[in-house]
């Protein structure tokens, strides 16, 4: 008997009966893949790949967006990094750097009062991280922006430079992305170490945060930030702290912080990776246990309400055209190819204790050029974000969400202009001409 009749069967009554549901029996048929076709495929949905999609969508390019985790956002709304950095100059001007999606962006998020602006050597903005991952996934929605989520590469075919399809898994299945042109921003260079291309990696640890945000908080009795360092330093042992620093980001007008007070390891190893997010558990759940006893009038009822995914900053990275170096970074150097300028300081976290910090002088800005973002033998593949080439130090202050936006911004450019051909052919004073606001000198 088919299936058909015996639902064409069924009484009335059982049909409608919500309890029973009619199963169909299947099995997967191993040639069965999907395939997807765009202009631009960006992988990693983090700032770095939002802005890239969200440019690229808006110049009327068909993009498919890819993450491999199964929502948007990466870091920036699932890592609970608290704040943007490097978006603004230093003071007393804080002339803005990076444009791009952030003014409406920012402009949303007023609204609901889940921004706010501190204004210290730089601006740095607080934001609420889960407004921004909605703001993120309506944006997608109203530029038409596909997205693939919960999504990791399988293969690359990269056609003497030319990546001409990427395969992605899925707990769904296997789907297939051809484009013109693709753009990594999955932070640890993905898709540029699976296509076969050369990427660095640091000769030691290079250390990341496990952040977590914690409730039932009295921001009033806050300590300093410099008092709560001091206590870290002094009592720190006896919590089984790991790093003998730390932040706390209270949101101004709610009882909550995110805590920024843990090293953790970042490794690249599968399994090591997994566990190393247990570790930083562990290292958060005694940051907590340290605050509660140390200020109790300002901790002493905390709870922790989430745990962000790992947040990590510098682990492998693209070998490219051109690798940034401290110098050039300390010296301020406008390349004729600049697509991102920032002032953020130089924040190496190379020891487990603490972490380098050199702030530059009010007037300084400092440049990423594009070929720095151009992995050696692509032809239509760029990067932007984390995994954008410099030596270490120098990397160290330019992975922030302000230049890795205008990383992304221009990639989308760049490729709106060459699309179909190698990235080579760009004429660089096309691209300039759209990214002005994010290159400028600050003059006219």
């Not at 889940?114 to 740095?124: A, C, E, G, L, V």
Request: hydrophobic share 40%; net charge negative.
């Amino acid at each position: 008997m088919s299936t058909t009749t015996t639902a064409t069967t069924t009484p009335e009554r059982e049909r409608d009966d919500p309890r029973r549901v009619r199963l169909d029996t299947r099995v997967k048929d191993p040639r069965e893949t999907e395939t997807l076709s765009a202009d631009v495929c960006v992988v990693g949905a983090g700032i770095a790949g939002m802005s890239a999609a969200l440019t690229a969508a808006e110049l009327g390019r068909r993009v498919v967006l890819v993450d491999a985790m199964p929502t948007l956002g990466g870091q920036c709304a699932n890592s609970l990094i608290g704040l943007f950095c490097g978006v603004y100059g230093n003071g007393p001007e804080y002339r803005q750097l990076t444009y791009g999606i952030f003014p409406r962006m920012f402009e949303a998020l007023a609204e609901t009062d889940d921004i706010s602006f501190n204004y210290r050597h730089t601006i740095t903005v607080n934001y609420d991280e889960i407004a921004v991952g909605r703001w993120f996934e309506k944006e997608v929605d109203r530029t038409g922006v596909l997205p693939l989520t919960g999504a990791s590469i399988l293969s690359v075919d990269n056609d003497g430079g030319h990546i001409r399809s990427v395969q992605f898994s899925t707990r769904y299945g296997v789907v297939g992305v051809r484009a013109d042109a693709f753009i990594d921003a999955t932070g640890d260079a993905a898709l540029v170490w699976e296509a076969g291309l050369p990427c660095r990696v640091p000769e030691r640890t290079i250390w990341g945060s496990q952040q977590v945000r914690l409730e039932n908080l009295v921001p009033e009795a806050a300590p300093e930030p410099a008092d709560l360092v001091s206590r870290v330093r002094e009592r720190g042992d006896e919590f089984g702290l790991i790093r003998r620093d730390g932040l706390a980001f209270f949101f101004p007008g709610r009882d909550t912080a995110v805590m920024n007070m843990t090293h953790i390891e970042s490794p690249l190893d599968p399994v090591d990776a997994s566990t190393a997010q247990i570790r930083g558990k562990e290292q958060a759940d005694r940051v907590v246990a340290f605050l509660k006893d140390q200020f109790p009038d300002a901790f002493g009822e905390a709870k922790v309400r989430l745990y962000g995914l790992p947040g990590r900053r510098q682990t492998r990275w693209i070998e490219s055209q051109h690798q940034l170096t401290l110098d050039e970074v300390r010296n301020g150097t406008k390349f004729d190819d600049t697509i991102a300028q920032t002032a953020w300081p130089i924040e190496l976290h190379g020891h487990p204790e603490g972490y380098t910090w050199d702030v530059f002088d009010s007037d300084h800005v400092h440049s990423v050029p594009l070929r720095s973002i151009t992995p050696v033998g692509s032809e239509n593949l760029l990067v932007a974000g984390r995994c954008v080439d410099g030596d270490a130090a120098a990397l160290s202050s330019v992975r922030v969400m302000g230049p890795c936006a205008a990383m992304g911004e221009a990639a989308a450019h760049a490729f709106d202009l060459t699309l179909g051909e190698s990235v080579s052919t760009l004429d660089f004073g096309d691209l300039r001409a759209r990214i002005r606001r994010n290159i400028s000198d600050g003059e006219g």
